[in-house]
């Protein structure tokens, strides 16, 4: 359209509309919107050109009064040597063997939190599970960065968490809603979410100073750091980690959740032979680190559901000069999309793009396609440090929900993706919980 270019069509739907570009125009396509552009990339070999060959010429895209507030100088908007220093410093948390050291209390806490479903499966009554699993992923997330202290402070954090949520402002739908003001009142209600989770951050900060921060997860960790020759956290600089990393990842699984239950619920199949799978491995006993490793199906499952309900929809860099990609030119200034959504629909890497098709992940599948074909959790050097804990934890939950449950969507509802700090359930998804097994 005239002067607005495609901003409209970007509004109602970014994910479809950077599908249908992707499909119709290749693997980086120039999208007008309001005078300027947003390029588009999504062939696999121009992302790694991208975000790998050409990494040091783009920087993370910051522009939001929202995310500052709430993640500050994290991980997630860090830059150069600083995020350097934060990664390498966090890495240790998320690799395998600690991971793996994890799961006993996972599968404990999961259990203590599906126990409360019980009531549920015996009256028949249906649930919007998006703010179950939200709160399901919090109690895990805040229990993994700062230990079993967290019991402590659980209630109030994840209140005030989801105040933060509630408060966030949508996506706008149409050019009036671009151009309104949030109002005063939900700025103010965002604020206020904002301060309370800080007073328990600060504050346990300050009680867990008092035992040298024993057993306080992630947060131990952090604490440690000077110790082995790195500069010390500021508190501020220990409520940005523990805040990014909270919300990174507990809204990723907890979306994930919502859309791996969905697509189970339509593909009766796909789910009795997960079902099989977890009852062969599992029984009704609880998985062990190498029983998890055990459920290649289950990981299918969730990789797929990955692939079409990616909890992050897009990714953006800044240029931060002139370079060329896949022999285009991206000027200095420019914004740069990377979509999963459109990358994952891609027919000549997915065939029959919108089947849900867990075969597609069997080994030989995944070692026969590009890479960067299929990027959930992003790509390169800044792709998320908790993936391999998150793919963990997402499988625990399923497997234990399928060794207790069977969810069945409600019929008639309205369900669709919509864009946000993750690609959540628009309307919510309402489900009937039922009984499978007794443990």
């Not at 991971?99 to 549920?120: H, K, N, P, S, Y």
């Not at 956290?233 to 980690?241: C, I, P």
Request: net charge positive.
């Amino acid at each position: 359209m005239p002067v607005i270019g495609c901003l409209l069509s970007i509004l109602r739907n970014p994910m479809q509309t950077m599908a249908k570009a992707a499909r119709q125009f290749g693997g980086i396509v120039r999208i007008p919107i309001r005078g300027k552009y947003l390029y588009l990339v999504s062939e696999p070999d121009l992302l790694r050109e991208l975000l790998v060959t050409n990494r040091e010429k783009y920087m993370k895209n910051i522009r939001y009064r929202h995310i500052q507030a709430l993640v500050g100088q994290g991980m997630l908007l860090s830059e150069a040597a600083e995020w350097r220093r934060q990664r390498l410093i966090t890495q240790p948390e998320f690799k395998p063997d600690h991971i793996d050291a994890q799961v006993g209390w996972m599968t404990e806490l999961t259990d203590q939190f599906l126990d409360r479903w019980r009531a549920l499966a015996d009256s028949g009554e249906s649930i919007d599970v998006e703010p179950e699993f939200a709160r399901l992923a919090q109690l895990l997330a805040g229990r993994y960065l700062l230990g079993p202290g967290f019991d402590t402070i659980s209630e109030r954090f994840c209140k005030a968490a989801a105040g933060a949520k509630e408060h966030w402002p949508l996506a706008p739908r149409g050019l009036v809603a671009l151009f309104k003001k949030p109002s005063k009142e939900k700025l103010a209600a965002f604020d206020a979410a904002i301060a309370e989770l800080d007073a328990c951050i600060y504050g346990y900060i300050t009680e867990h100073r008092k035992d040298g921060f024993k057993d306080c997860g992630v947060l131990s960790r952090l604490v440690a750091a000077a110790k082995d020759g790195q500069p010390e956290f500021s508190d501020t600089s220990l409520r940005d980690q523990i805040s990014t990393l909270f919300f990174a990842g507990h809204e990723t699984s907890a979306t994930a959740m919502c859309w791996i239950h969905y697509l189970l619920c339509k593909h009766g199949a796909v789910r009795k032979a997960m079902q099989l799978e977890v009852s062969d491995v599992l029984g009704t006993q609880r998985a062990t680190p190498d029983d998890l490793r055990k459920l290649q199906f289950t990981s299918q499952v969730i990789d797929e559901s990955l692939r079409l309900y990616s909890p992050i929809h897009s990714i953006s860099r800044v240029a931060m000069e002139n370079d060329t990609v896949g022999g285009y030119h991206i000027p200095a200034g420019a914004t740069v999309c990377m979509s999963m959504y459109a990358t994952h629909r891609l027919p000549q890497y997915w065939p029959d793009p919108e089947r849900f098709d867990p075969s597609r992940f069997e080994p030989a599948q995944v070692a026969a396609r590009s890479r960067f074909a299929y990027f959930p959790f992003a790509a390169g050097h800044r792709n998320c440090v908790g993936a391999a804990q998150a793919l963990v934890e997402l499988k625990l939950v399923i497997a234990r929900i399928a060794q207790r449950y069977t969810l069945e969507v409600v019929p008639g509802q309205k369900i669709e993706p919509a864009p946000g700090t993750t690609m959540y359930p628009r309307h919510g998804i309402r489900m009937t919980i039922h009984h499978r097994a007794q443990t």
